[in-house]
């Protein structure tokens, strides 16, 4: 029984499962550090993928098309940042309209741009290629699954001892944690608050955004309506149980990554797919039940007002 | 005398000017225009046929019909919000309710009298006890409702799809949904406008109910004080923990007599992944906060936002551009008006803010 369900092909549909959660919630878990709650990793996901494809179909190439997901993360989040730090409005509602937003824009912008309704396919759309890296990709069983992979998948992976560097051993991290952390503090020692949140916001964005382009050009090489599908949320949920630390975050994405993949090998085993597609939510409510110690903040931040 | 009432006319249109909704109503307008414009269509065309489609011929019912889920959840959502509960979850008790009441709907013999009215009390019942999970989640686990009312509207669709594909399914039609409702079962309609269905009234008199209890009676007090300022309610007295599962559950309840409504009224058949594709609990949401959770200004607001969706649909038959704008243009004036934007010169962004309207939509 277990032999026919854990094998390579398992971990493999789990990796690809994992990297666009990863992603974004890496960008929420520097909003988090930085003290700005960012819960519109939903909708940047959604816009990312959107203009992932959008940008890819008009150049043919799928560099462009990342560098579409980046810019439309980005500029979604920029909205956030001005919202929520410049005009201090609420991050719950601003994030919210916007995941709404996202919505409502790239449903309308399908059929008036492509003239498609519901998905986008075409062969001008370039999606990423698998890169199989020398040497790492031939190790048995860890090669196949981690080492022949789209270019974003690495980056992905790459970020987690990278932005562990970055927040922990570097001045530009403490500065920005000390923001999240004693913004009074910080602003004394003439660390400016809103530089710091901008910049966390719209990495946030960006990241979130290349989380959407390994949706549409990695995963699957089309755009759906509301492909994001939850994994947004999701990735807020990673960074809450990941206690917005690199490698909790990464074990997070991986848990709920593998609820999915299994999710898909049970379709397979005969399964309704309207269950399995509820195993990755459920397996993050069972996950918050057990690690509820933590979320004193979220609480404080969402009921006391 | 005259000149009174004048400098009142003139000071409230000066304010109403002022009001960072009115400017935010202005800056969506202009950025759909633009949207439109940008993308090869013709924004003045797409406006005209928006307006007419909304309030000329069938325009008219179908903003009545519509606005009676759009007023529906906003209603639900604003109890939640009033007393700082921020229940994302309206959709899932939406639908769970929904496929209850269409249950008893279509399986329950009897006579229409006892029928509507049961299905309807089903599809409370059980959006309630949908609305219980996150309320016992946040008061005995402490997990915050904002996520887990979220996440259980993915389980929700995953519970009423497997049951209409498994259990309920009609094979007398390709779709994937149940058997229609019989005649006698259907939510009746007035012989008004060309045929409203009767829930309107239903969800009038919720509003006029929710008015007089925020207004009249100590509990909409209580409600209302739990919202502003958990820790000093707990102080003052009031069991937290107890409103939060109240206003659950009657936050619940209403969302299943809505999802009732849109099966037994509307729809008449319960289609698997049908009653989430309009996006009525999201739309009640971003209609909540432009009212400020207050029933009147939701009833007013809901029937402007209706309108938009009815004029979109006509402006996507008529001139091409699709209705998803209507859903561009409601986002950006929540996303515009929690930013605070308003016309003002010389103004900078405060922690203070007089404007009673702005401060409460800023804050759920």
């Known amino acids: 029984m277990f032999e026919q369900i854990l094998d390579a092909a398992l971990f493999d549909s789990a990796t690809r499962a994992m990297i666009p959660i990863l992603l974004a919630a890496l960008g929420g878990m520097i909003c988090e550090r930085a003290g700005v709650f960012q819960i519109a990793l939903e909708g940047i996901m959604l816009a990312g993928a959107f203009a992932a494809v959008a940008g890819s179909y008009l150049a043919i190439s799928w560099t462009l098309g990342v560098v579409f997901g980046i810019a439309a993360g980005m500029l979604i989040s920029l909205a956030l940042a001005y919202g929520t730090v410049t005009r201090r409005g609420d991050p719950i509602v601003l994030g919210i309209a916007l995941n709404l937003l996202a919505m409502g824009l790239t449903g309308f912008l399908l059929p008036q741009l492509f003239d498609v309704r519901g998905v986008f396919q075409h062969p001008r759309i370039d999606g990423l290629d698998r890169i199989a890296i020398p040497v790492l990709s031939d190790i048995p069983w860890v090669g196949p699954v981690l080492f022949d992979n789209t270019i974003l998948t690495y980056v992905a992976l790459l970020l987690v001892p990278g932005l562990w560097v970055l927040l922990f051993r570097t001045a530009i991290g403490l500065r920005l944690r000390g923001v999240g952390e004693r913004p009074l503090a910080a602003e004394t020692l003439g660390v400016s608050p809103t530089v710091y949140k901008y910049g966390a916001v719209l990495a946030s964005g960006a990241l979130a955004g290349l989380a959407g382009a390994q949706l549409s050009l990695g995963n699957v090489v089309q755009f759906a309506e509301n492909m994001s599908s939850g994994r947004g949320w999701v990735a807020v949920v990673a960074v809450m149980l990941g206690r917005a630390h690199p490698v909790g975050v990464l074990a997070a994405a991986a848990l709920f990554a593998l609820a999915e993949a299994l999710g898909f090998r049970f379709q397979g085993n005969g399964l309704p797919v309207q269950i399995t597609d509820a195993l990755p939510f459920v397996v993050t409510l069972l996950a918050l039940i057990i690690a509820r110690k933590r979320f004193a903040r979220l609480l404080d931040l969402t009921t006391a007002a | ?364």
Not at chain 2, 104 to 110: M, R
Not at chain 2, 173 to 201: C, D, H, Y
Not at chain 2, 260 to 286: K, M, P, Q, S, Y
């Open chain 2, 1 to 364: 005398m005259l000149e009174r009432v004048l400098n009142g006319v003139g000071d409230m249109s000066r304010r109403a000017v002022r009001s960072p909704v009115t400017f935010s109503l202005l800056f969506a307008f202009a950025l759909a225009a633009a949207i439109v414009a940008v993308t090869g269509g013709d924004p003045l065309a797409a406006g005209g046929e928006m307006f007419t489609g909304a309030v000329t011929g069938s325009g008219l019912r179908n903003t009545l019909g519509r606005s009676v889920p759009i007023i529906g959840m906003a209603l639900a959502v604003s109890i939640a919000f009033r007393s700082g509960i921020i229940n994302l979850g309206g959709e899932g008790q939406m639908v769970i309710g929904g496929l209850a009441g269409t249950i008893v709907a279509i399986y329950v013999p009897g006579p229409g009298y006892v029928i509507v009215p049961l299905a309807m009390l089903a599809g409370a019942v059980v959006g309630a006890v949908w609305g219980l999970l996150p309320a016992y989640g946040q008061t005995w686990l402490r997990l915050p409702i904002l996520i887990t009312s979220l996440l259980l509207n993915y389980v929700a669709r995953a519970i009423t799809g497997y049951l209409v594909r498994f259990q309920l399914l009609d094979d007398a039609v390709t779709l994937t949904s149940t058997r229609q409702v019989p005649e006698t079962a259907r939510m009746p309609k007035m012989p008004i406008f060309g045929g409203v269905s009767l829930s309107l009234i239903l969800v009038i008199v919720l509003v006029a109910l929710l008015w007089m209890v925020y207004t009249r009676s100590v509990a909409g007090y209580e409600s209302q004080m739990t919202g502003f300022n958990m820790r000093s309610a707990r102080y003052g007295g009031i069991d937290v923990e107890q409103r939060t599962v109240q206003v659950m559950v009657v936050a619940g309840a209403i969302g299943g007599l809505i999802g009732t409504h849109l099966i037994i009224g509307e729809a008449l058949r319960f289609i698997d992944g049908e009653l989430v594709l309009a996006g009525f609990a999201w739309t009640g949401l971003l209609v909540s906060l432009l009212a400020v959770n207050r029933p009147i200004p939701i009833f007013i607001t809901g029937m402007f936002f209706s309108a938009l969706q009815i004029g979109g649909l006509a402006m996507q038959r008529n001139a091409g551009v699709s209705w998803r704008l209507s859903q561009v243009l409601q986002a950006v004036v929540i996303v515009a008006v929690a930013c605070r934007l308003a016309i003002r010169r010389g103004e900078r962004p405060s922690t203070e803010v007089s404007d009673a309207e702005s401060a409460a939509v800023g804050e759920v």
